[in-house]
């Protein structure tokens, strides 16, 4: 299935209006670093959960790598920096930012999806305390849902709304850079490129690994409408492939 699909504007708000190009050159859309319920298996969701030493590395060494390969050979581009407003995801924008002397933008439009009653549980208790809804959850039958979890099409449409915002803020000649979260991300990248709704037997995109990013550019139409190709998808730095990204000491 090709990336660039266009979802029609009541799904995705992927169209719009013909006339002059306003938007973004590129969309980076980056997780956070591991936190210590990342390492605990626990649900996080809305929880203000700061970074763990682990995770305060590894956003140092996606910025750098995120620096060298988007910033330093573009030295043309102008950068805009938005951020979810919760604390794990502005720490690691402003891992990025600050060396940049970039202002971050926080905007509560990229929080993380709100699993409801179960966040701050682990998974181990949730598949105990409640077996037939987490088995439904994983199955991406919706079992978190009774829990009071929010609708996955709800957190890929703000999430596409506050990207289209803000990329039109941005304008062709800047790079957007988003500091987010795991499920926000994937589902945001599927509203985005229709994948929402293409069919329901697709398991859809995987939450990306801590301090990871995607890449998505740009194409305009002929009639005025506008899709998004991704480029890249859970990319890192080149040690996230070794065992010392969770290990640092090694």
Do not use: C
């Amino acid at each position: 299935m090709p990336s660039e699909v266009l979802d029609n504007p009541e799904r995705s708000e992927n169209v719009q209006a013909a006339g002059p190009a306003r938007h973004a050159r590129s969309l980076m859309l980056v997780r956070h670093g591991r936190t210590a319920y990342n390492l605990a298996g626990r649900i996080q969701g809305d929880i203000d959960i700061p970074l763990d030493d682990v995770g305060e590395w590894q956003v140092q060494q996606s910025a750098k790598a995120l620096r060298e390969l988007y910033v330093d050979r573009r030295p043309d581009a102008r950068r805009l920096v938005v951020s979810s407003d919760l604390g794990r995801a502005m720490q690691t924008a402003r891992a990025f930012a600050d060396p940049l002397r970039l202002e971050v933008h926080p905007d509560p439009r990229m929080r993380e999806r709100n699993f409801g009653d179960w966040e701050g549980r682990s998974v181990d208790e949730l598949s105990r305390d409640f077996p037939e809804d987490y088995g439904l959850w994983t199955q991406l039958r919706g079992g978190e849902l009774r829990h009071g979890a929010e609708e996955k099409r709800h957190v890929g449409r703000r999430g596409v709304e506050g990207l289209r915002q803000w990329s039109e803020q941005a304008g062709p000649d800047t790079d957007l850079f988003v500091f987010a979260h795991g499920a926000w991300i994937a589902e945001t990248v599927q509203t985005l490129l229709g994948l929402d709704a293409i069919s329901s037997e697709l398991t859809g995109l995987l939450s990306m690994r801590n301090a990871h990013w995607a890449r998505l550019i740009p194409l305009d139409q002929p009639d005025g409408s506008l899709i998004w190709r991704l480029m890249d998808y859970n990319h890192g730095p080149a040690i996230a492939d070794t065992e010392q990204w969770e290990h640092p000491a090694l």
